[in-house]
């Protein structure tokens, strides 16, 4: 069955640095998203993708947050200047279209430490 | 945005039902509803939505109150692989990206 696959699995990076956190979409799906999931808290929106584009994101993704799709199968989050409260699980999660009846397939996640 | 109201936690022991309840007086005529559970160290997975009927698929039956104000998500044989959080997630109708807003869900436990 295909699945949504990150990497790496963990990141640790001092603060300030900047980090790529990568994900493969499944194949045909045409709506990326990223969410967050500080330790002991809800997962939380980040970003919504399409067509190239944003489509949404939320108050979390400010200027130090951007998405790319750089080639026809990755799409990835950078942090361009990591700070310790960014310390968290990151989530990437596609759908084959973008109806609210479509089903959102998550990967395994990145756990990034800012040390 | 709807809001849904989930307990903190329940258990079951293995191999029994386990209904659970999610409230959303709130709920508007063409949200849909949708449940994700997340195993401990994994990324949420689907399990099953509705609109107005009943649903069922392979893991689990849907159960949405003639009001749409509540809904059961249930699992007819807990095994021990289903002790995740479940979440009860409501999303509007239409087309476009949307956004799934998580809460606290129901950590769901099975006694061996």
């Known amino acids: 069955e295909p699945e949504v696959t990150q990497t790496p699995s963990h990141q640790v990076t001092q603060m300030g640095q900047e980090v790529i956190l990568r994900c493969v979409p499944i194949s045909n799906h045409l709506y990326f998203y990223w969410y967050r999931q500080i330790l002991g808290q809800k997962v939380e929106f980040l970003v919504s993708?399409?067509?190239?584009?944003?489509?949404?994101k939320s108050e979390i993704f400010d200027d130090q947050f951007s998405v790319e799709r750089p080639d026809g199968s990755n799409f990835t989050l950078k942090i361009r200047s990591t700070k310790l409260e960014d310390s968290a699980m990151y989530f990437c999660?596609?759908?084959?279209?973008?109806?609210?009846?479509?089903?959102?397939?998550f990967g395994p996640g990145t756990r990034l430490t800012v040390l | 945005d709807a809001k849904t109201t989930q307990p903190n936690s329940m258990e079951s022991n293995e191999e029994e039902p386990v209904h659970l309840p999610c409230n959303h007086s709130t709920i508007s005529g063409t949200d849909y509803i949708h449940w994700y559970r997340q195993l401990p160290s994994q990324g949420p997975e689907y399990v099953i939505h509705?609109?107005?009927s009943n649903v069922n698929n392979r893991m689990a039956s849907l159960a949405i109150a003639e009001d749409r104000k509540s809904s059961t998500l249930i699992l007819h044989r807990a095994t021990l692989r289903d002790a995740a959080v479940y979440y009860c997630?409501?999303?509007?109708?239409?087309?476009?990206?949307?956004?799934?807003?998580f809460g606290k869900g129901t950590k769901l436990s099975v006694i061996p």
């Open positions: 999660a596609s759908s084959e279209t973008g109806l609210s009846t479509d089903t959102q397939y």
């Open positions: 509705g609109l107005t």
């Open positions: 993708f399409y067509n190239n584009e944003i489509s949404e």
């Open positions: 997630i409501l999303s509007p109708s239409g087309a476009g990206s949307y956004q799934l807003t």
